[in-house]
């Protein structure tokens, strides 16, 4: 054995191993997030894959994704794996796994202490409640929380474990703040679209300056003021994103004069920063059609991606959910169909206040050929009832309520039905989020249901739900509270 491979040799980390073992060096350090370390693996090999198990003792319990690397240097190739999901101010074990062809190796125990979180921005008040039911268990995860504070230097995008407990932040509010399949997170901060990686380092930042700069070198007739409430990542790289944009309208029925009237545009965003495919409200829609007055007229607040390579555009101060030509880029941008009061299918039972009014957070829960599963989140601002009445609107006028629902839509057919509802006894004014869990519960977050915070609750998805699992906020508002597997993708976290 030559002398150099000796030194590595003795330098490496005592562990296990097996096979043709050249072992790799490992270190454990701090990164600039306290609650974040960085594990590297200095190794030798080809096609190496390893990944961390930690916790707080020796039985670990909890494990990040999988990652590959291959040496490319004759000097060899560090691998960092950071690691994230640990409370603040503990200690931690940890012990990487690696495996190459025609070896692997086992690393020995080390430790790492987490630091505090900021003094400056402290931590959102939770409160959990689980069930007491026997047989009912919360489905395994954690929660991630977009949050709206009431003080704005609470901290706002959080996750935290089923008991309450931060384990993950961003000093950014992000609103969302969402998973990627890369195991990045991005956020819309307004003037920014941001990716960042577990330590809260920016991977790629697009500026409202940067996406107007394309709009207009590219022909498009208007410009946004920032960027509104969502953003969905394409696997070509691409960021579709809602903006929100103003016009001018004279003499509106209602509205004499000049009105600046607040619409949305869509825009597909490549990785070079350029728009290259675009959709304005504007161009298909009546400003006219104003459910909640002017000048914000349409207020939208979901994008999602459907099978057929189309868009829904959850369009709040419509109380419409569009489908929107989008063919991956090469659609026409028409209006496909509208779902809701006064859209383009019929509700099966005919009630009208069985729509969803100021929605929220529609997600596909599966398609089967022409049918397509939402689940959505049902404010209820100004629910029709049979008397054609609008909620709230008078003393004499219904009350509002909140809900969450489950819809099936047949665009065969044009037909929409409600296949499942629960009513948590309160209006919910503004906000919300709703999705289905791996056991078969539904998630749901009402963003106004406490004079001073929101309350997310599993329940079954049952005739009469039952409460599985109860988070309460206290001086911030959640606009999205989301149960994801783990925060790395392809790895769920057991309690």
């Not at 409160?127 to 901290?155: D, K």
């Not at 909140?402 to 209006?427: C, H, K, M």
């Not at 004079?451 to 906020?473: A, C």
Request: hydrophobic share 35%.
């Amino acid at each position: 054995m030559c002398l150099s491979a000796c030194i590595l040799f003795a330098l490496a980390s005592v562990g296990c191993g097996s096979g043709n073992f050249t072992p790799p060096i490992t270190a454990v350090s701090a990164t600039s997030h306290p609650l974040v370390a960085r594990y590297s693996i200095r190794h030798f090999h080809q096609g190496l894959t390893a990944w961390v198990e930690f916790g707080t003792d020796t039985s670990y319990g909890r494990q990040t994704s999988v990652m590959t690397n291959s040496v490319t240097t004759p000097g060899g190739q560090a691998l960092n794996i950071l690691v994230a999901g640990m409370i603040p101010q503990a200690t931690y074990h940890m012990r990487a796994h690696v495996e190459w062809a025609g070896g692997s190796f086992v690393d020995q125990d080390q430790t790492f202490t987490t630091g505090a979180l900021p003094t400056s921005q402290p931590p959102p008040q939770v409160q959990i409640t689980s069930s007491i039911v026997p047989g009912l268990a919360p489905s395994p995860g954690i929660e991630l929380l977009s949050l709206v504070p009431t003080n704005p230097n609470t901290l706002a995008s959080v996750a935290t474990d089923l008991q309450g407990n931060i384990i993950w932040y961003y000093p950014s509010s992000g609103t969302p703040v969402k998973l990627l399949q890369n195991g990045h997170f991005i956020l819309n901060l307004a003037a920014h679209l941001r990716e960042i990686d577990l330590a809260g380092n920016t991977i790629r930042d697009i500026s409202v300056a940067q996406v107007n700069h394309s709009l207009q070198t590219n022909g498009f007739s208007y410009v946004i003021i920032n960027f509104s409430h969502d953003v969905l990542v394409q696997p070509n790289g691409h960021w579709i994103t809602i903006g929100q944009v103003s016009k001018d309208f004279t003499d509106l029925p209602g509205y004499p004069g000049t009105t600046s009237v607040l619409g949305d545009v869509v825009v597909d965003i490549d990785p070079n920063g350029n728009v290259v495919w675009g959709w304005s409200a504007f161009d298909y829609l009546d400003v006219n059609r104003h459910l909640q007055g002017l000048p914000d007229w349409t207020h939208s607040n979901a994008l999602v991606y459907t099978a057929d390579g189309n868009l829904l555009l959850s369009m709040r101060h419509q109380s419409w959910i569009l489908k929107l030509d989008y063919a991956d880029g090469t659609g026409s941008g028409n209006v496909l169909w509208k779902l809701g009061e006064e859209g383009n299918f019929a509700l099966s039972g005919g009630d009208p206040s069985q729509w969803f009014y100021g929605q929220h957070d529609p997600n596909i829960v599966s398609t089967n050929g022409s049918e397509t599963t939402l689940a959505i989140y049902d404010d209820g601002n100004y629910r029709i009832d049979t008397d054609n009445v609008a909620c709230g609107t008078s003393s004499s006028a219904p009350a509002c309520y909140s809900r969450a629902t489950i819809f099936q839509v047949d665009e065969s057919t044009n037909t929409a039905s409600l296949l499942w509802q629960d009513l948590p006894g309160f209006y919910s004014i503004w906000g919300g989020s709703i999705g289905i869990l791996s056991n078969g519960d539904v998630e749901y977050d009402s963003s106004a249901a406490n004079p001073d915070g929101s309350q997310i609750m599993e329940v079954t998805q049952t005739g009469s739900p039952q409460i599985v699992w109860q988070m309460n906020t206290t001086g911030s508002y959640a606009y999205r509270g989301q149960r994801i597997p783990s925060l790395y993708p392809g790895v769920t976290w057991q309690q």
